[in-house]
């Protein structure tokens, strides 16, 4: 069989599936969440030989990108409670909200369905596979996931244990279908497909969500990348700052939340930088800083133009000594990139400012950027995150993966 029959036999049973998901009971789709929750936590040794297979042929991957590829105990662990979590949330499909009564005797509402079919097209982290699974099984989607060739023995193994969790609560195992070809091709195939897919979203390097974005022939969910920032107002608990920037940063690198760009009022600067700085250095981390930060941080090197605007996903920090919270949101508005922003503050007023005109999906008030996440948000997991402006923004779990459209309920009324 050709790729392209191949990728067309995908689209056409995803399409069809999506057709019984829609119509899927709330108790069978929790069947199949939590089935998948046990089989997760049962298939642990397979799961980690295949993921082994993976790690063996990536050694020429970097330090950020082997560590995404890992599919560690807390890792299974937190993919099956979120699949827990899922299950235990209400049921979005079929609920209608917003009806109002018009004057002609019908009343108007809104109900939310499914998008339908959505193709998932990730790099690195298997686990994604299982948030992308899991969703779709609540949200009564159907979807077309293509992992990246380096995962491919870890992503096999766990649509696997999907295909039999959708089976034995009586779904159709089509409902969620892995791309079993590491063809590069394989991709171009599924984001020109409007027949069988209604969305994409891509969730991996800038360069592969530049090309999706260019290329696809379907509406995009995306963000590009995660030029994050912290900023320490003039008015701020040091203790509590530096306990919080040190998170943003150093807790893990490689996430598109985590903080790559320190802002510090004047105020502030010769107090919080050397404390800061001393945590940084312990850990190894490389501060680009601007002139007034190299006077008060001895090690830190110049920060060029580009490191203000650069996603390092490594221990490398950019730092920035700023007079005004005006300056700050200015400086946050032209160099990020919508993705996540906090500000660390005592000052309600600066906090509420911070809130409201820092352009970006999420915006924080004296925690750290690495919540920015939908499984801490409380949304069970997410299909990734979205610095888009239309359908969804931000972290994008269910409702996301949801759209309205209008209901009309009448007693026989007909228009004059």
């Not at 069947?31 to 030989?49: I, Q, S, Y």
């Not at 790559?260 to 050397?274: G, K």
């Not at 239309?390 to 209901?407: D, Q, Y």
């Amino acid at each position: 069989m050709s790729l392209a029959a191949y990728m067309d036999d995908l689209g056409r049973a995803a399409r069809a599936a999506a057709t019984q998901m829609a119509a899927a009971s709330t108790a069978a789709k929790n069947t199949a969440l939590l089935a998948l929750a046990r089989r997760l936590r049962e298939a642990g040794p397979a799961l980690a030989a295949a993921n082994a297979r993976d790690l063996a042929g990536a050694a020429e991957l970097s330090g950020p990108l082997r560590d995404r590829l890992k599919l560690d105990a807390k890792t299974l662990a937190t993919v099956a409670e979120g699949c827990e979590q899922i299950a235990a949330m209400p049921d979005p499909i079929g609920e209608i909200s917003g009806v109002k009564r018009r004057p002609s005797g019908i009343s108007v509402g809104q109900m939310r369905v499914p998008l339908g079919v959505f193709g998932m097209i990730y790099e690195s982290r298997p686990n994604v596979t299982i948030e992308a699974a899991s969703l779709a099984i609540k949200s009564g989607n159907a979807c077309i996931l293509r992992g990246g060739s380096e995962a491919i023995h870890s992503n096999l193994a766990l649509a696997e244990l999907v295909a039999a969790s959708l089976e034995e609560a009586g779904l159709p195992r089509t409902a969620v279908q892995l791309v079993n070809t590491t063809d590069r091709a394989a991709v171009g195939l599924l984001i020109s497909r409007p027949q069988w897919v209604d969305v994409i979203i891509p969730r991996g390097g800038k360069g592969l969500i530049e090309r999706i974005s260019a290329e696809a022939k379907v509406p995009v969910i995306k963000h590009l990348d995660g030029n994050c920032h912290s900023y320490v107002d003039e008015f701020v608990d040091l203790d509590l700052a530096v306990k919080v920037v040190d998170n943003a940063k150093t807790q893990k690198y490689s996430p598109c939340n985590a903080t790559e760009s320190l802002l510090v009022h004047a105020a502030q600067a010769p107090a919080f930088l050397p404390r800061i700085a001393a945590v940084f250095k312990a850990k190894g981390v490389e501060m680009r800083g601007c002139l007034r930060t190299l006077a008060l941080v001895p090690g830190a090197v110049p920060a060029s133009e580009e490191d203000w605007s650069t996603e390092y996903l490594a221990p490398v920090i950019s730092i920035k000594v700023i007079d005004s919270l005006d300056e700050a949101i200015a400086h946050i508005n032209r160099y990020g990139s919508h993705h996540t922003d906090a500000i660390l503050t005592t000052h309600h007023p600066n906090a509420m400012r911070f809130l409201r005109e820092v352009d970006s999906a999420s915006v924080m008030v004296n925690a750290s950027t690495r919540f920015a996440d939908g499984f801490e948000y409380g949304l069970g997991a997410e299909i990734g995150i979205s610095t888009d402006k239309f359908h969804a923004r931000g972290p994008v779990g269910l409702e996301g993966l949801t759209s309205m459209k209008w209901v009309v309920l009448g007693q026989g009324e007909v228009r004059g």
